[in-house]
């Protein structure tokens, strides 16, 4: 900068030396080879300051030129007798500039030696020279004061700009710690707690890293996410006991326009809005910065943050919160998906429990009882042998068709627990086997219907889970609806959905009851809980339609793509 000032000041300079010698008209060859000399100079320290370099002893050189070329045109032009011998002036001021005030009295001091020098070698007049020279010294003095002043000012703006760039970049920094720290906590936690926690303690550090601000003690914050269909506060900063219990349906207002629109919104009137404007700790707080929590289809909730002050959420602000709404996604994505994990493995060892006690039952009920009836039919036979021996070969006869049948049960058990003919022949062939044996054992009368393009279009783990369903569906409506007959159907809906229904003419039952005993779990909804977790495992939708004395229709639609899952999902939300 004050490089700057010195070739600015050098250019002034060389503009009134031009324009006084023309005025005087006393423009002579060693008076124009000075000029251009000077012009030189100063373009060549022009080019020094725009390149940022500075020579060796830049300052005592750039005050001993100025006088040597101002001396010298002092000199030329005629002393005090010339029209520019004011051009001395040059190293006072430069010297002012460079040294502050003891620069421009040095300058001063050689300049008036020159002065009274060349004034007593011309015989002139050395009363005058020795007036010009105090004049000079205070100019030294007014033009060092200008220059201390000059350069306090300069100094202390730089400074305040090193300061307030530091303070930036310590700002900078410590925003992206916690910005990083929210990350590697999202990313090293499953638990829906901690992650809540952390995204809004995070959050609040990485707007404002200065410990104690005020401001960020008004800064309000929650986590609203969706449990039974409403909305209820997974974590909050600054909110009441009161607060912390509301719930919400998010119909209207903020809430709806976030989840419509699923992006950003920037309120600042959320103290009126119809839904949120119950929050006690949203009362003070009109302005508000609110994010939906989604993932393609799946919206788990909001993030709330809300400040008195209109003018709080910056677009700097606005950026931070954008990032920890996103890692909040994210880490709620997996704890969600940990759970739904932790939630599988349970269900999974219900299941496996659930199937251990059926096979108890099944063979408590069936084959069981059917070889306590042969022990004591052979009792009963040994001891009609001597009595009467017709009586016994006929109750031999009896005990034959009874073993017949327990090991056709045995053997039908055997069947649904692992049914090879599948692995081996496909879904048709496992199905058809499966209506045969029932028929064989149980004499009941159940129909197979089997689009070959849809069965092919299925993997083999789905096959297992359709072939299971449908034994479910058939065993239910054979214990339990006494249905005469049960017909079985899988068919293609379109090209990427195909449906699987299982249809029978039994008793029919009451669906909403039943239901409500597969929400809590009761015993007599057993068969429907299979059905529905089934279908779950092929990402499937259920639908069951009964009434007591109408029979039953159980529709199965499974979707074939991916793009046919997500429509199904979407549909099963609605």
Excluded at 69 to 85: D, E, K, Y
Aim: hydrophobic share 45%; aromatic share 8%; with cysteine.
């Amino acid at each position: 900068m004050a490089d700057w000032f010195a070739i600015s000041m050098r250019w002034i300079v060389l503009v009134g030396l031009v324009v006084s010698l023309g005025l005087a008209e006393q423009i002579k060859w060693e008076i124009v080879w000075l000029l251009i000399i000077l012009v030189g100079w100063n373009l060549g320290m022009t080019a020094f300051a725009g390149m940022n370099t500075r020579l060796k002893f830049h300052r005592p050189i750039s005050m001993a030129v100025d006088m040597i070329l101002t001396g010298a045109f002092f000199v030329v032009q005629g002393g005090l007798n010339g029209p520019a011998f004011w051009a001395v002036v040059l190293p006072i001021i430069n010297g002012a500039i460079f040294y502050e005030l003891w620069g421009a009295l040095i300058a001063a001091i050689l300049i008036s030696m020159l002065l009274i020098i060349t004034t007593a070698g011309s015989q002139g007049n050395l009363s005058l020279a020795i007036a010009v020279g105090f004049g000079f010294y205070v100019l030294a003095f007014l033009f060092g004061l200008l220059g201390h002043s000059l350069i306090f000012h300069i100094r202390r703006n730089r400074q305040l700009w090193y300061d307030s760039e530091d303070r930036k970049h310590r700002v900078q920094t410590e925003r992206l710690r916690a910005l990083y720290e929210l990350t590697s906590t999202l990313a090293a936690t499953l638990s829906y707690k901690r992650v809540l926690d952390s995204a809004l303690e995070m959050g609040a550090s990485a707007l404002n890293p200065n410990p104690g601000d005020a401001a960020m003690d008004q800064l309000v914050a929650a986590v609203l996410l969706f449990k039974g269909g409403r909305l209820k506060v997974g974590a909050s900063r600054r909110f009441t006991n009161a607060d912390k219990n509301l719930d919400f349906d998010g119909s209207e207002g903020v809430l709806k326009r976030l989840f419509d629109e699923g992006e950003p919104l920037l309120i600042d009137s959320i103290n009126r809005d119809p839904e949120l404007g119950r929050i006690i700790a949203l009362r003070n707080c009109p302005s508000s910065y609110n994010f939906p929590l989604r993932s393609g289809f799946n919206v788990y909730g909001a993030l709330l943050f809300a400040h008195p002050s209109q003018k709080f959420f910056t677009a700097d602000r606005r950026e931070i919160l954008d990032i920890i709404s996103h890692q909040a996604v994210i880490a709620i994505q997996n704890a969600r998906l940990y759970q739904d994990l932790v939630e599988e493995k349970e269900r999974m060892i219900e299941v496996h429990e659930e199937a251990r006690k059926k096979l108890a039952r099944d063979l408590h009920d069936g084959p069981t009882q059917s070889v306590s009836a042969i022990a004591m039919r052979i009792d009963l036979a040994r001891r009609m042998i001597t009595r009467d021996v017709s009586a016994a070969s006929d109750e031999l006869a009896k005990l034959e068709q009874l073993a017949q049948r327990t090991t056709k049960e045995i053997r039908h058990m055997l069947f649904t627990l692992r049914p090879l003919i599948l692995e081996s022949q496909g879904l048709t062939a496992a199905l058809k086997a499966m209506a045969d044996k029932l028929n064989e054992t149980y004499d009941q009368k159940v129909t197979i219907q089997v689009d070959e393009r849809v069965a092919t279009q299925l993997e083999m783990g789905k096959q297992g889970v359709i072939f299971y369903i449908v034994e479910e569906a058939v065993n239910n409506a054979r214990k339990h609806a006494h249905a005469n007959a049960i017909g079985v159907r899988l068919q293609s809906m379109d090209s990427a959905m195909a449906m699987l229904e299982i249809a029978d003419d039994g008793v029919g039952f009451d669906v909403k009851n039943v239901m409500q005993g597969y929400d809590n779990r009761a015993s007599s909804s057993l068969g429907m809980t299979n059905l529905r977790e089934r279908t779950e495992l092929v990402n499937g939708l259920l639908q069951i339609d009964s009434a007591p004395g109408q029979g039953t229709r159980v529709q199965v639609y499974i979707p074939l793509t991916e793009e046919a899952a997500e429509r199904l999902h979407t549909l099963q939300k609605q």
